[in-house]
């Protein structure tokens, strides 16, 4: 099949196009409708149909043969440990843990938060809410608490899933007592806590609360799939929007799970048996769907790395686990490459390993910049393929479709628009630009199946985020442009969303937490570009007059409020006082012009600017 006849028919007749491809999956019950409109005038896939996740993933696997093959690898470099389940054995424990789940009244629709390191028992957990129709709300363990209370109250879960510690290296950073102060701080009080102790770190357990996740398990009897509909949540999961409280993106049963078996085979080119690896965590959304779901559903086995691209204890940890397990297709944050690269930069620690298996590298969360791309091809003379993601799709934008027809890769470009995504370039007013004119990306409705169809409990948010800005479009936050080719180039987001090694953090949330300390007047927090992160985040501070701590002291308190209140994903390292903030007459802050400035990229002033001066001031102080 090529690109072009597929993608046609995704665009000229959704319908048809999408509900062919339902028969991927083994429904309960087949949909009928295949596109629902609601109340709310917001569209569904699938949403009569029946399914259940957990069943595609694990027991449609084990009753067609695929019990003994290998599900799930977990490598924990850092923990010491390596252990592996085969299809059987992970369904037996997710059963287990499932049941566990219902002994503690979890029920289809109940939220269940979870808030684990990259070990088995994070998956576990997840497939567990699946099989019960739960709906699971994974936190990165990089946040810190006031991040998990704000999910708390949002999400208001049931149970907390979480254990007794994570792994940072040789650091060992306990969780538990993270999670004991997110619930002491949030308004909404869990029922219960089931929490894995770790030999690491041993959680102390408040016994009107927590519960030791083995002793449950022992106790508990295998649950089985719960027939859920096509719309039900399968989950919840939070990303930085614009201001400071995170979007509950969420995900529905029937069109996720036929758009990761469809990606398996159509972007990713695998097959059943096939070892696939995300090199990224189950707190991000690539976690979700390339860790856990989608290879999984599509039979491939999957791998769950406890650990870091360098430091691990070298730049050839990848490596060896690729080899070590057969992987055929990476897929990691360019940040990760941009580090291997730092440290092994003749790829010599990559010929210590034999990678005759691998056959594919994918990079997303970032742009692939040409000179890690570049990089990766002429190391590894393979395929590198850049591709265009977002929390909000739960899959690739824009790809090479490397399974259906691979294309000729270009330096800096996302390839083409995945079929489903009916993209076009927008200027300010909604029209539609020409081959290399940059502009706002937007997706022309309806959105193809797995991407969000609200924000959790707020569809007036949903609706003013992403669907106001171009009436018909879902307006995805990034600009970028297409070339003469119909190659998709990606040039960044447009709004107060910066991304930090893979990591989507919000400025504007930094920006309120820093005007928060009673000697700042005002601030601006802009993402400066980083060699190996791709951005950092920096701060612009107008101090009070009446500020009595020294400068320097003053910056000490921002960088470790951010710390407490974000985590230490956050990575605010860097804060300039300043006399006066660039802003137009009108009072907006010129962080375009202080972005471009801190890069040393050509910038105009605009001319209804109030203060010309203040730009002056902070061209000396950099
Ligand atoms: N729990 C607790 N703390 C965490 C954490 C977790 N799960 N993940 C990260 N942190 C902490 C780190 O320890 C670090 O703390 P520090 O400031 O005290 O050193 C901080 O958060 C920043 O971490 P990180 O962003 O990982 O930066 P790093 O400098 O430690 O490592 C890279 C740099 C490039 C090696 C690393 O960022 C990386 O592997 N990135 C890939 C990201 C990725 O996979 N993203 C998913 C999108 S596909
Ligand atoms: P997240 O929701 O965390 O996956 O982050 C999504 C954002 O990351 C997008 O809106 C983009 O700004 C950026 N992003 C992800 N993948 C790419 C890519 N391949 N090229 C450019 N930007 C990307």
New binding site residues.
């Given amino acids: 099949m090529s690109y072009q006849t597929e993608y046609q028919a995704s665009i000229e007749n959704p319908v048809k196009f999408w509900g062919e491809k339902s028969s991927l999956i083994d429904w309960f019950k087949a949909p009928e409708d295949m596109l629902k409109t609601d109340e709310h005038g917001i569209q569904h896939w699938y949403a009569d149909g029946e399914l259940n996740t957990c069943h595609l993933a694990l027991d449609y696997h084990v009753a067609n043969g695929r019990g003994d093959q290998l599900a799930l690898i977990y490598d924990s470099p850092v923990a010491g440990q390596k252990k592996s389940f085969t299809f059987t054995e992970l369904r037996d424990q997710v059963a287990l843990c499932a049941g566990m789940l219902k002994n503690l009244g979890v029920e289809k629709g109940d939220r269940v938060v979870i808030y684990m ?1 990259m070990i088995p028992e994070a998956a576990v957990s997840m497939l567990a809410c699946a099989r019960l129709g739960a709906i699971h709300s994974v936190v ?3 946040f810190a608490p006031p991040e998990l209370a704000v999910r708390l109250d949002d999400a208001e879960p049931k149970v907390v899933m979480t254990a007794s510690c ?1 792994i ?1 290296i040789a650091r060992v ?1 306990e969780y538990k007592p993270l999670v004991d102060e997110a619930i002491r701080i949030a308004n909404h009080t869990p029922e219960a806590c089931i929490v894995l102790q770790r030999p690491q770190a041993t959680a102390s357990m408040d016994a009107s609360r927590d519960h030791d996740w083995q002793t449950c398990m022992q106790k508990s009897q295998p649950a089985d799939c719960v027939a859920v509909k096509g719309s039900d949540l399968l989950y919840i999961l939070y990303t930085s929007g614009t201001t400071g409280k995170p979007k509950g993106v969420i995900r529905e049963n029937g069109g996720h799970a036929v758009a990761m078996k469809y990606s398996m085979n159509a972007i990713y080119d695998m097959q059943p048996g096939d070892v696939f690896w995300a ?3 189950v707190g ?1 959304v ?1 976690g979700h769907s390339y860790i856990v779901y989608a290879p999984l559903i599509h039979g491939c086995t999957t791998i769950m790395y406890e650990g ?3 430091m691990t204890p070298d730049a050839g940890a990848f490596w060896r686990v690729i080899s070590e397990y057969g992987v055929k297709s990476l897929f ?2 360019p ?2 490459f941009r ?1 291997i690269k730092k440290e092994d930069p003749n790829g010599e620690l990559s010929r210590q390993y034999d990678l005759s298996c691998l056959k594919t590298i994918f990079a ?2 970032e742009r692939l910049d040409p000179p890690t791309y570049e990089w990766l091809s002429d190391t590894f003379k393979l395929p590198v393929l850049d591709h265009w993601w977002q929390t909000e799709t739960g899959w690739a934008i824009a790809s090479n479709m490397f399974g259906l027809e691979p294309m000729p890769p270009k330096s800096g470009s996302s390839t083409v628009p995945v079929p489903g995504f009916n993209i076009d370039i927008l200027d300010e007013a909604g029209n539609r630009l020409g081959n290399n004119e940059q502009g706002f990306i937007a997706i022309k409705l309806p959105l193809p199946p797995s991407c969000l169809t609200s924000i959790w409990g707020d569809v007036d948010r949903f609706k003013e985020a992403y669907l106001q800005t171009f009436p018909g479009y879902f307006a995805t936050g990034d600009g970028g442009y297409f070339d003469e080719d119909g190659y998709l180039f990606i040039m960044g987001r447009v709004d107060d969303v910066i991304n ?4 989507r953090l919000s400025t504007g949330e930094m920006e309120e937490i820093v005007g928060n300390h009673p000697m700042v007047a005002e601030c601006a927090v802009i993402g400066r570009k980083d060699e ?2 791709g951005q950092m985040p920096m701060g612009f501070v107008v101090l009070k007059n009446s500020a009595e701590s020294s400068e320097q002291q003053i910056i000490k308190e921002l960088i470790s409020m951010v710390r407490e209140e974000i985590g ?2 956050a ?1 605010f390292k860097e804060a300039l006082i300043v006399n006066r903030l660039p802003k137009t007459r009108s009072g907006k802050i010129l962080r375009k012009t202080l972005r471009c400035m801190v890069d040393g990229e050509p910038y105009t002033v605009p001319s209804t600017i109030e203060d010309p001066a203040s730009l002056d001031e902070i061209k000396t102080l950099l």
């Fill in positions: 390191p990165f363990g990089g994570g940072e950073i090199a990224s965590d991000w690539v870091k691209p360098i990691t944050a940040t990760a580090a997303a969360g930090v090694a893979g990591h190996l992160k230490a994903v990575a």
